[in-house]
């Protein structure tokens, strides 16, 4: 009866990461819109002349991510009063003829917009609605989970990558950039880095980590290590060596 029952688990392990994973990675639809353009021209997803435009006509994006990844706009509205009917209208389109559907929502600080969300959420009678709101202290998610699964493809450091190995969480991410390269490096110690676009091996990965107590609780316990490297005192300290090697003063190791 033991074996029947682990073969039973490895059996719903197996089907969670490479058939329920995909399905609701598929069947999930982000939306969001940001309150000014500044930050996307800064990161380059728009021009400076468009941006400028934008900012002046009050233009706000919605936008969510293509399947490569890749931060797409979906619409554009006047005004700050109309994103979120715009928002409820996608997000209730993209749920197409299902009976049944989740609707999360949160916020960046603005308490009085998702208040006024919660008023109109009974007009949505199909929709399991979560209002998760602001979240100063993410702490509390962390320490309930074991794993981080990142699954952006266009993230240029992913803060949450640090704060899951502070608080003893598996990472697993696409290795799309240094930074998230380098967070994770070496693969298999510190977190698991895969191609990126590649969600077979993605899966496999995952895969791994929920059926492999050893190795998850060998990462889990390495990454609390690896968190120090980017604690204040450390990343001060490299700073100061930075300038004093620039400024041609000896530094406090020599």
């Given at each position: 009866q033991s074996g029947s029952s682990a073969a039973s688990d490895v059996y719903k392990r197996q089907e969670l990461t490479e058939k329920r994973v995909p399905q609701l990675i598929a069947g999930s639809h982000p939306f969001f819109s940001v309150d000014t353009l500044e930050y996307l021209r800064k990161g380059g997803r728009i021009g400076k002349v468009t941006a400028t435009a934008g900012m002046l006509l009050q233009i706000k994006p919605i936008l969510t991510f293509a399947k490569d990844g890749q931060l797409t706009s979906v619409a554009k509205v006047r005004g700050r009063n109309q994103v979120i009917d715009k928002l409820v209208e996608l997000a209730v389109k993209a749920c197409g003829n299902h009976r049944r559907y989740n609707l999360a929502v949160a916020n960046g600080g603005s308490p009085e917009e998702m208040e006024k969300l919660r008023e109109q959420s009974s007009s949505y009678p199909n929709a399991r609605i979560t209002f998760k709101g602001y979240q100063s202290d993410v702490t509390p998610y962390y320490k309930d989970a074991a794993i981080l699964?990142?699954?952006?493809?266009?993230?240029?450091?992913?803060?949450?990558?640090?704060?899951?190995?502070?608080?003893?969480?598996?990472?697993?991410?696409?290795?799309?950039?240094?930074?998230?390269?380098?967070?994770?490096?070496?693969?298999?110690?510190?977190?698991?880095?895969?191609?990126?676009?590649?969600?077979?091996?993605?899966?496999?990965?995952?895969?791994?980590?929920?059926?492999?107590?050893?190795?998850?609780?060998?990462?889990?316990?390495?990454?609390?290590?690896?968190?120090?490297?980017?604690?204040l005192e450390t990343i001060g300290k490299k700073w100061e060596e930075l300038f004093d090697s620039i400024a041609g003063n000896p530094t406090k190791s020599e």
């Open positions: 699964c990142l699954t952006s493809t266009s993230e240029a450091w992913g803060l949450t990558l640090t704060q899951a190995q502070a608080n003893g969480v598996a990472p697993i991410a696409f290795g799309c950039s240094a930074g998230v390269r380098s967070v994770l490096s070496p693969s298999g110690k510190y977190g698991i880095v895969v191609e990126p676009y590649n969600m077979k091996e993605f899966s496999s990965q995952l895969r791994k980590l929920i059926e492999n107590d050893l190795q998850r609780e060998k990462i889990q316990q390495a990454v609390i290590e690896k968190s120090r490297y980017y604690m």
